[in-house]
């Protein structure tokens, strides 16, 4: 077993990592509502908007319709 740098992922199976297509579907460790963001186990910074930011710095567009 090969531990991630980084990784805080103590799940089992393990969460998608950042660059894995369903992302997403990591678990949410942290939720902040009032601020619009959420962070994923895997690192990544979900905004209420559907946009992302990865541990790595990129930044992913919204790619969902916000909800009206
Ligand atoms: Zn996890």
Redesign the pocket.
């Known amino acids: 077993m090969t531990a991630r740098t980084g ?5 089992q199976p ?2 998608p990592t950042p660059d894995d297509l369903d992302r997403e579907a ?2 949410i ?1 942290a939720s902040h509502p009032e601020q619009g963001w959420s962070l ?3 690192g990544i910074v979900v905004f209420e908007d559907t946009g992302e930011l990865l541990p790595d710095g990129r930044v992913i567009a919204p790619h969902r319709p916000a909800a009206v």
């Open positions: 990784s805080i992922c103590t799940h393990h969460c990591a678990r460790v994923l186990c895997n």
